[in-house]
Protein backbone atom coordinates (compact mmCIF):
# COMPACT_ATOMS: atom_id res chain seq x y z
CA UNK A 1 0.00 0.00 0.00
CA UNK A 2 1.10 3.56 -0.87
CA UNK A 3 2.87 5.23 1.70
CA UNK A 4 1.34 8.73 1.94
CA UNK A 5 -2.34 6.76 1.84
CA UNK A 6 -0.81 4.82 4.91
CA UNK A 7 0.09 7.70 6.64
CA UNK A 8 -3.59 9.47 5.97
CA UNK A 9 -5.30 6.54 7.76
CA UNK A 10 -2.48 6.38 10.45
CA UNK A 11 -3.31 10.50 11.00
CA UNK A 12 -7.50 9.60 11.03
CA UNK A 13 -6.84 6.68 13.86
CA UNK A 14 -5.20 9.37 15.83
CA UNK A 15 -7.23 11.62 14.86
CA UNK A 16 -10.78 10.00 16.05
CA UNK A 17 -9.93 7.16 17.91
CA UNK A 18 -6.82 9.18 19.67
CA UNK A 19 -5.15 6.33 19.53
CA UNK A 20 -1.18 6.83 18.35
CA UNK A 21 0.13 3.19 18.52
CA UNK A 22 -0.67 2.05 14.73
CA UNK A 23 -0.63 -2.19 15.44
CA UNK A 24 -0.29 -4.10 11.78
CA UNK A 25 -3.03 -6.44 13.75
CA UNK A 26 -5.80 -5.87 15.99
CA UNK A 27 -7.15 -8.57 17.90
CA UNK A 28 -8.63 -6.62 20.98
CA UNK A 29 -12.60 -6.26 20.28
CA UNK A 30 -13.39 -3.09 21.40
CA UNK A 31 -10.61 -1.75 19.54
CA UNK A 32 -11.29 -4.13 16.28
CA UNK A 33 -15.01 -2.68 16.93
CA UNK A 34 -13.52 1.36 16.95
CA UNK A 35 -11.63 0.76 14.10
CA UNK A 36 -14.35 -1.08 11.96
CA UNK A 37 -16.80 2.19 13.49
CA UNK A 38 -14.13 4.77 11.89
CA UNK A 39 -14.33 3.07 8.43
CA UNK A 40 -18.11 2.80 8.31
CA UNK A 41 -18.25 6.71 9.20
CA UNK A 42 -15.91 7.86 6.93
CA UNK A 43 -17.72 5.36 4.30
CA UNK A 44 -21.12 7.06 4.84
CA UNK A 45 -19.76 10.84 5.21
CA UNK A 46 -17.86 10.45 1.98
CA UNK A 47 -20.65 8.30 -0.23
CA UNK A 48 -23.20 10.67 0.76
CA UNK A 49 -21.67 13.59 -1.00
CA UNK A 50 -20.18 11.82 -3.68
CA UNK A 51 -23.93 10.28 -4.13
CA UNK A 52 -25.05 13.79 -3.90
CA UNK A 53 -23.04 15.09 -6.83
CA UNK A 54 -23.37 12.39 -9.12
CA UNK A 55 -27.87 12.10 -8.67
CA UNK A 56 -27.59 16.21 -9.11
CA UNK A 57 -25.36 15.59 -12.99
CA UNK A 58 -27.62 12.63 -13.42
CA UNK A 59 -30.68 14.00 -13.39
CA UNK A 60 -28.82 17.40 -15.36
CA UNK A 61 -27.38 15.06 -17.91
CA UNK A 62 -30.43 12.13 -18.33
CA UNK A 63 -27.40 9.69 -18.22
CA UNK A 64 -28.61 6.37 -16.57
CA UNK A 65 -24.83 5.24 -16.26
CA UNK A 66 -24.57 8.04 -13.96
CA UNK A 67 -27.96 7.36 -12.19
CA UNK A 68 -26.86 4.08 -11.92
CA UNK A 69 -23.33 4.91 -10.30
CA UNK A 70 -25.24 7.66 -7.75
CA UNK A 71 -27.58 4.69 -6.88
CA UNK A 72 -24.09 2.45 -6.42
CA UNK A 73 -22.94 5.01 -4.69
CA UNK A 74 -25.39 5.42 -2.58
CA UNK A 75 -25.92 2.14 -1.44
CA UNK A 76 -22.51 2.05 -0.41
CA UNK A 77 -24.36 4.20 2.55
CA UNK A 78 -26.21 1.23 3.52
CA UNK A 79 -23.70 -1.50 3.39
CA UNK A 80 -21.35 0.96 5.80
CA UNK A 81 -24.60 1.14 7.65
CA UNK A 82 -24.43 -3.13 7.67
CA UNK A 83 -21.09 -3.15 8.71
CA UNK A 84 -21.96 -0.86 11.82
CA UNK A 85 -24.59 -3.11 12.90
CA UNK A 86 -22.81 -6.18 12.88
CA UNK A 87 -19.97 -5.01 14.82
CA UNK A 88 -21.80 -4.04 17.05
CA UNK A 89 -23.98 -7.31 17.21
CA UNK A 90 -20.74 -9.22 16.78
CA UNK A 91 -19.32 -8.07 19.56
CA UNK A 92 -22.01 -9.41 21.69
CA UNK A 93 -20.67 -11.45 24.67
CA UNK A 94 -21.03 -15.04 24.35
CA UNK A 95 -24.71 -16.48 26.14
CA UNK A 96 -25.91 -19.69 26.83
CA UNK A 97 -27.37 -20.33 22.94
CA UNK A 98 -24.06 -18.90 21.61
CA UNK A 99 -21.37 -20.28 23.82
CA UNK A 100 -18.67 -19.13 21.15
CA UNK A 101 -19.80 -15.60 21.01
CA UNK A 102 -21.64 -13.77 17.83
CA UNK A 103 -18.34 -12.74 15.62
CA UNK A 104 -19.83 -14.59 12.62
CA UNK A 105 -22.41 -12.04 12.52
CA UNK A 106 -19.64 -10.35 10.57
CA UNK A 107 -19.92 -12.54 7.84
CA UNK A 108 -23.16 -12.97 7.59
CA UNK A 109 -23.27 -9.05 7.28
CA UNK A 110 -20.96 -9.12 4.50
CA UNK A 111 -23.61 -11.53 2.44
CA UNK A 112 -25.94 -8.90 3.65
CA UNK A 113 -23.87 -6.17 1.47
CA UNK A 114 -23.23 -8.63 -1.30
CA UNK A 115 -26.99 -9.62 -1.86
CA UNK A 116 -27.96 -5.80 -1.96
CA UNK A 117 -25.01 -5.26 -4.99
CA UNK A 118 -26.41 -8.21 -6.78
CA UNK A 119 -29.85 -6.50 -6.43
CA UNK A 120 -28.83 -3.09 -7.48
CA UNK A 121 -26.77 -4.47 -10.11
CA UNK A 122 -29.70 -5.97 -11.93
CA UNK A 123 -32.08 -3.05 -11.43
CA UNK A 124 -29.83 -1.06 -13.65
CA UNK A 125 -29.12 -3.61 -16.22
CA UNK A 126 -32.55 -4.41 -16.80
CA UNK A 127 -32.98 0.03 -16.99
CA UNK A 128 -29.98 0.75 -18.97
CA UNK A 129 -31.10 -1.99 -21.65
CA UNK A 130 -34.26 -0.53 -22.15
CA UNK A 131 -32.31 2.47 -22.71
CA UNK A 132 -30.48 1.09 -25.59
CA UNK A 133 -33.27 -0.21 -27.38
CA UNK A 134 -34.83 3.26 -27.61
CA UNK A 135 -31.31 5.01 -27.97
CA UNK A 136 -32.22 7.41 -24.91
CA UNK A 137 -30.37 10.85 -25.56
CA UNK A 138 -27.97 11.97 -22.90
CA UNK A 139 -26.29 15.75 -21.98
CA UNK A 140 -22.56 15.60 -22.93
CA UNK A 141 -20.25 17.64 -20.18
CA UNK A 142 -16.17 17.55 -19.98
CA UNK A 143 -16.99 19.58 -16.51
CA UNK A 144 -18.94 16.40 -15.68
CA UNK A 145 -16.37 13.96 -16.68
CA UNK A 146 -13.34 15.65 -14.94
CA UNK A 147 -15.64 15.54 -11.78
CA UNK A 148 -16.16 11.76 -12.18
CA UNK A 149 -12.73 11.27 -12.88
CA UNK A 150 -11.74 13.09 -9.58
CA UNK A 151 -14.83 10.67 -7.52
CA UNK A 152 -13.11 7.33 -9.19
CA UNK A 153 -9.84 8.87 -7.34
CA UNK A 154 -11.40 9.89 -3.74
CA UNK A 155 -13.36 6.02 -3.77
CA UNK A 156 -10.01 4.53 -4.55
CA UNK A 157 -8.72 6.03 -1.40
CA UNK A 158 -11.73 5.15 0.25
CA UNK A 159 -11.06 1.43 -0.97
CA UNK A 160 -7.29 1.68 0.47
CA UNK A 161 -8.77 3.16 3.20
CA UNK A 162 -10.98 0.24 4.22
CA UNK A 163 -8.38 -2.59 3.05
CA UNK A 164 -5.72 -1.15 5.18
CA UNK A 165 -8.15 -1.09 8.54
CA UNK A 166 -9.48 -4.69 7.31
CA UNK A 167 -6.39 -5.91 7.06
CA UNK A 168 -5.61 -4.81 10.19
CA UNK A 169 -8.45 -6.07 12.10
CA UNK A 170 -8.40 -9.44 9.82
CA UNK A 171 -12.65 -7.97 9.14
CA UNK A 172 -14.15 -9.72 5.81
CA UNK A 173 -16.56 -7.11 6.20
CA UNK A 174 -14.51 -4.10 6.12
CA UNK A 175 -12.69 -5.96 3.12
CA UNK A 176 -16.16 -6.27 1.50
CA UNK A 177 -16.83 -2.58 1.48
CA UNK A 178 -13.67 -1.79 0.04
CA UNK A 179 -14.14 -3.81 -3.01
CA UNK A 180 -17.58 -1.88 -3.58
CA UNK A 181 -15.56 0.95 -3.34
CA UNK A 182 -13.59 -0.37 -5.73
CA UNK A 183 -15.87 -0.79 -8.17
CA UNK A 184 -17.98 2.28 -7.75
CA UNK A 185 -14.56 3.79 -8.52
CA UNK A 186 -14.30 1.69 -11.72
CA UNK A 187 -17.69 2.63 -12.23
CA UNK A 188 -17.38 6.34 -12.33
CA UNK A 189 -14.34 6.08 -15.07
CA UNK A 190 -16.75 4.42 -17.19
CA UNK A 191 -19.25 7.18 -16.43
CA UNK A 192 -16.78 9.79 -17.17
CA UNK A 193 -16.17 8.28 -20.96
CA UNK A 194 -19.91 7.49 -21.50
CA UNK A 195 -20.02 11.18 -21.15
CA UNK A 196 -18.08 12.79 -23.11
CA UNK A 197 -19.05 10.23 -25.74
CA UNK A 198 -22.78 11.69 -25.01
CA UNK A 199 -21.48 14.71 -26.07
CA UNK A 200 -20.59 14.05 -29.36
CA UNK A 201 -24.34 11.79 -29.92
CA UNK A 202 -22.99 8.43 -29.11
CA UNK A 203 -25.67 8.09 -26.75
CA UNK A 204 -25.97 4.02 -27.09
CA UNK A 205 -22.45 4.39 -25.00
CA UNK A 206 -24.17 6.00 -21.80
CA UNK A 207 -26.54 2.86 -22.13
CA UNK A 208 -23.91 0.42 -22.82
CA UNK A 209 -21.77 1.22 -19.91
CA UNK A 210 -25.07 1.08 -17.44
CA UNK A 211 -24.64 -2.40 -18.20
CA UNK A 212 -20.64 -2.95 -17.95
CA UNK A 213 -21.28 -0.86 -13.85
CA UNK A 214 -24.34 -3.59 -13.70
CA UNK A 215 -22.10 -6.29 -14.38
CA UNK A 216 -19.26 -4.82 -12.32
CA UNK A 217 -21.65 -4.55 -9.51
CA UNK A 218 -23.02 -8.07 -10.03
CA UNK A 219 -19.91 -10.09 -10.49
CA UNK A 220 -18.57 -7.94 -7.23
CA UNK A 221 -21.86 -9.01 -5.22
CA UNK A 222 -21.39 -13.07 -6.34
CA UNK A 223 -17.43 -12.88 -5.60
CA UNK A 224 -17.75 -11.54 -2.08
CA UNK A 225 -21.18 -14.21 -1.53
CA UNK A 226 -18.78 -17.24 -2.28
CA UNK A 227 -15.73 -15.94 0.08
CA UNK A 228 -18.11 -15.18 2.89
CA UNK A 229 -20.02 -18.36 2.29
CA UNK A 230 -16.61 -20.34 2.41
CA UNK A 231 -15.67 -18.67 5.56
CA UNK A 232 -19.32 -19.61 6.87
CA UNK A 233 -18.67 -23.45 6.23
CA UNK A 234 -15.23 -23.82 7.41
CA UNK A 235 -12.13 -23.05 5.93
CA UNK A 236 -8.73 -24.37 6.82
CA UNK A 237 -6.75 -22.00 8.79
CA UNK A 238 -4.17 -19.88 7.07
CA UNK A 239 -0.33 -20.25 7.86
CA UNK A 240 0.43 -17.52 9.53
CA UNK A 241 -1.55 -18.80 12.58
CA UNK A 242 -0.23 -22.42 12.48
CA UNK A 243 3.32 -20.72 12.38
CA UNK A 244 2.05 -19.01 15.71
CA UNK A 245 0.57 -21.88 17.18
CA UNK A 246 3.74 -23.96 16.67
CA UNK A 247 6.29 -21.78 17.72
CA UNK A 248 4.78 -21.11 21.02
CA UNK A 249 4.12 -24.55 21.35
CA UNK A 250 7.45 -26.10 21.36
CA UNK A 251 8.86 -23.12 22.86
CA UNK A 252 7.59 -24.76 26.50
CA UNK A 253 10.63 -27.40 27.19
CA UNK A 254 9.14 -30.64 27.29
CA UNK A 255 7.21 -30.50 24.35
CA UNK A 256 8.46 -32.78 21.49
CA UNK A 257 6.32 -32.03 18.32
CA UNK A 258 2.72 -31.29 17.77
CA UNK A 259 0.13 -31.92 15.50
CA UNK A 260 -3.67 -32.45 14.62
CA UNK A 261 -4.00 -28.55 15.47
CA UNK A 262 -7.69 -26.91 15.07
CA UNK A 263 -8.80 -24.21 14.43
CA UNK A 264 -12.46 -22.58 14.44
CA UNK A 265 -12.80 -18.98 14.02
CA UNK A 266 -15.74 -17.12 14.97
CA UNK A 267 -14.60 -13.77 13.84
CA UNK A 268 -12.46 -12.13 16.53
CA UNK A 269 -12.62 -14.98 18.61
CA UNK A 270 -11.28 -18.53 18.01
CA UNK A 271 -11.55 -22.03 19.54
CA UNK A 272 -8.05 -23.92 19.02
CA UNK A 273 -7.27 -27.31 20.03
CA UNK A 274 -3.91 -29.52 19.41
CA UNK A 275 -2.34 -32.74 20.81
CA UNK A 276 1.54 -32.22 21.73
CA UNK A 277 3.68 -35.41 22.29
CA UNK A 278 6.27 -35.74 25.30
CA UNK A 279 8.30 -38.28 26.67
CA UNK A 280 6.19 -41.16 27.50
CA UNK A 281 8.19 -42.07 30.85
CA UNK A 282 6.92 -37.82 31.98
CA UNK A 283 4.69 -37.73 35.19
CA UNK A 284 1.26 -36.98 34.78
CA UNK A 285 1.27 -34.43 36.93
CA UNK A 286 4.53 -33.16 34.91
CA UNK A 287 3.23 -33.18 31.65
CA UNK A 288 0.15 -31.33 32.71
CA UNK A 289 1.94 -28.49 33.61
CA UNK A 290 3.31 -28.50 30.28
CA UNK A 291 -0.20 -28.71 28.52
CA UNK A 292 -1.25 -25.88 30.69
CA UNK A 293 1.58 -23.51 29.38
CA UNK A 294 1.36 -23.98 26.12
CA UNK A 295 -2.27 -23.08 26.33
CA UNK A 296 -1.35 -19.64 28.17
CA UNK A 297 1.51 -19.45 25.20
CA UNK A 298 -1.03 -19.68 22.75
CA UNK A 299 -3.72 -17.77 24.57
CA UNK A 300 -1.29 -14.82 24.86
CA UNK A 301 -0.71 -14.96 21.30
CA UNK A 302 -3.88 -15.13 19.76
CA UNK A 303 -7.33 -14.04 20.95
CA UNK A 304 -8.71 -17.45 21.25
CA UNK A 305 -9.18 -20.14 24.05
CA UNK A 306 -6.79 -23.20 23.75
CA UNK A 307 -7.08 -26.96 23.96
CA UNK A 308 -4.08 -29.31 24.41
CA UNK A 309 -3.92 -32.91 24.74
CA UNK A 310 -1.38 -34.96 25.22
CA UNK A 311 0.28 -37.96 23.58
CA UNK A 312 3.50 -39.97 24.22
CA UNK A 313 6.37 -40.01 22.49
CA UNK A 314 6.53 -43.21 20.04
CA UNK A 315 10.11 -44.84 20.13
Not at 257 to 281: A, F, P, R, T, W
Amino acid sequence: MNKKVKSINNYLIALFLKENDFPLRVTDPQLRKKYAYLEAWVSIVGNLVLAAIKIFFGLTLNSISLMADAIHTASDVLTSIVVLLGFKFSSSPADEKHPYGHGRIESLATLLIAAMLIVVGVQFGQTSWSRFIANTPVKGSFMVAGVMVVGAIFKEWMAQFSVDLGMRTNASALMADAMHHRTDGIASILVAIAIIASRYGYYRVDAIFGLGVSALIIYTGINIIAESASRLIGEAPDEEILKVIEKCALSIPGVCSIHKVNVHDYGDYKEISLHIQVEKDMPLIKAHEISEQVERAIEAETDSNVTVHIEPLRS
